[in-house]
């Protein structure tokens, strides 16, 4: 599988790191998935914050995707299943997805071909509990 030039773009706008370890991704995972968001303007993130879709608020607490390149990328998996069933599809597939993505950033931080550690947003403090014990939720966020 190879990204769309909309999601291509998007992954464009990411760090080296996040471009290698997505640009991997999307090769050896066997689910689709497509790139939601890479950089992002102030505006957008206040957008976000207003929204309760991030704890960042663009202006004091500064998000990783407003750097740039951007620090963080936001995923979509890519679900073509029953409409009914589409939330909590979406949820389960965001969870394999992470998992695959982050055995991906681990093997090619120990081969040397990235230098930043991945964080997901499930699993902010890295403890490989999720879904438990996090007060903020970002199935679809990874950072480096």
């Not at 991704?25 to 102030?42: K, L």
């Not at 589409?86 to 071909?113: D, F, P, S, V």
């Amino acid at each position: 599988m190879k990204f769309s030039p909309i999601s291509q773009a998007r992954l464009n706008t990411c760090h080296p790191d996040l471009r290698m370890i997505f640009a991997t991704a999307i090769q050896q995972v066997d689910i689709d998935f497509a790139i939601a968001e890479g950089n992002r303007s102030t505006d957008r993130q206040r957008q976000l914050f207003a929204e309760g879709k991030s704890e960042k608020d663009g202006t004091v607490n500064i998000s990783k995707h407003n750097h740039y390149p951007s620090l963080a990328v936001d995923i979509l998996p890519v679900y073509r299943g029953d409409p009914a069933k589409r939330e909590r599809a979406i949820e389960y597939l965001a969870i394999y997805l992470a998992g695959q993505i982050m055995l991906i950033a681990g093997q090619l931080l120990a081969e040397g071909k990235i230098r930043s550690r991945l964080r997901w947003g499930g699993n902010w403090d890295q403890d490989q509990e999720i879904m438990t014990d996090q007060k903020f939720q970002d199935l679809v966020h990874f950072e480096l």
